[in-house]
């Protein structure tokens, strides 16, 4: 039998700044993204006063003077670090192990023996071992949930972070460390009964409350309902959720291959030398096709490079090979944005008179495309918990960039431009703002920390 | 510094990344050079300053020392601290502390039967003052005036 386990980092971004600057422990703190419009986490503390989830900043901005909130800008470099930190950690605790977002990872067991990874006699053991290590060598809390399938894991991960935080009525020997395996039928009916079904990874906002309309209300009733039901009543992914609630693995550890560091689309132009007009059409080609990469892959990008360069192997020619790389705003896997992105870097970087024998476009910083998962709540309206093999893929706005290209060569460039893309034409006005984010405590020699002595 | 999920002994140095993927083929590094520069690839290993300070890179963090108040302890201001956060802490070793909400290096030392932080002019806090151990200083850093 497989057993599965969901290690998540509680509250990530906010356990990431309060590792550096312990004074925001116990204190209401919300990280902002998106230009700090949007709150994009919360501590537990910013829970209590409310503040929700993707929530605009300008609504709870009044909590600062009232309740000693704290709002600080995303810090993506630091919490990428943390991240991958998390993850060595976890690869010892388990044979197999898959990075799912920037604060969870499964792991996976061939057998019901923890002993086969370590001193461990029970999975319970394995988890609260796994848990302190990670508190204890960098500094982050977090929750770990054991079972027969992911989404059971993921469950059990909830019930464990829950009932850490006294939430849901759980009991309180679940806190911090919950094996769905170790527990008795009876018990495990008593969790379903105690949960709704909205808490169940897979099943969005919509979905619950057209199975609430239906009578199904926690996932006792859900694991209860009958299937050929559900299948007519609802789609595929409830039905493949259900299997999963009863303990049948519908999703395996390696469902979603290793994601690429970087993506890469390039070409030569042989003797043909193009004008910048072409060079546009084909830097936008290459940002699409690359872009289209990074969403088949379940990533988004957090910049973008952009290069042309001279052939050397035309020695008479003038040389000319410059690159730029620009920061997105967020990090996307949005065609209009990333193309836009690239075509003002090429604009940047092209000087006329030059016989450019290349051009190419990567994408880099990549990073699972759930990090900026609440903001693409906000924006597309999709469910926060879908899993992977679910997700709908990121919208593509390709037939809109190519009318818009047609636009513009027909009444002239510029004719047409994404108001969605708030672009100006000076560079100042794409520069991110991020008025409150921490240094790079571990990415820059120039922002660690300092300590007193 | 890189993140390795081997925490002991020598690590081989990385390849540089090469990404192979397209049609075209692009040595990352060689952007920053720009693309008309070539670089070598067959760089020699020599000797590596992460495997003779770093033991364990992924509870590892480095740090900036402000202050003299342990010279005696061989700490100067603006010195680079290595601290592991994987070490059990024991008196005699030099530790960041957190105090009052703020990192702090100070020397752990052992007053009684109880821990407590000093610096050179002797105890400052004992351990029913509230203190906690982020992690421990394995090495400090300096750069020499050229």
Redesign the interface.
Known sequence: MTCFALCDVNNMYVSCERV??????GQPVVTLSSNDGVAVARSNEAKALGVKMAQPFFEIRHLEREAGLIAMSANFELYT?MS??MV??A??FAPRCQQYSVDEVFLSYDGADPSAVGPYSTFTDLGHALRSRML????LPSSVGFASTKTLAKLANHIAKSADRGLGGYPRHLAQVCDFNALSARELEALFAATPVNDVWGIGRKISAKLNEAGISTVSDLVHADSATLRKRFNVVVEKTVRELRGISCLDIEDVPAA?????????FGSAVPDLPSLVSAVSEFASRATEKARAQGSAAGAV?V?V??S?FRAQDR?H???T?LQLVRPTNDTTQIVTTAVRGLREIYRSGHRYA?C?V?L?DLRPQELSQGELDLFGGGDELEPPAHREPARDRTRLMTAMDALNRRFGRGSVTLASSGLGTERGSWATRQERKSPA??NS?EE?????? | MPIDDESNGPRPLRRRQRNSDDEGLLDTHALAAGFGAAIDEASTAGISLDELLISNPVSTFMMRCQGDALRRAGLVSGDVLIVDRSITSQAGQVVIAVVDGELVVRLLAREGGALALASDAGIEHRGDEGFEIWGVVTASIRKMPT
């Open positions: 550096f600057q312990p004074r925001l422990n670090d991958r930190r060595s950690i690869r010892k204890r060598w960098i500094g690429k560091q970087q993506i890469m689309v390039s070409r030569s490079t290069f360069m001279t050397p040389q090979s410059p690159s790389t290349k190419g990567m880099i405590y571990t020699w660690i920390p300092v300590v007193r002595a």
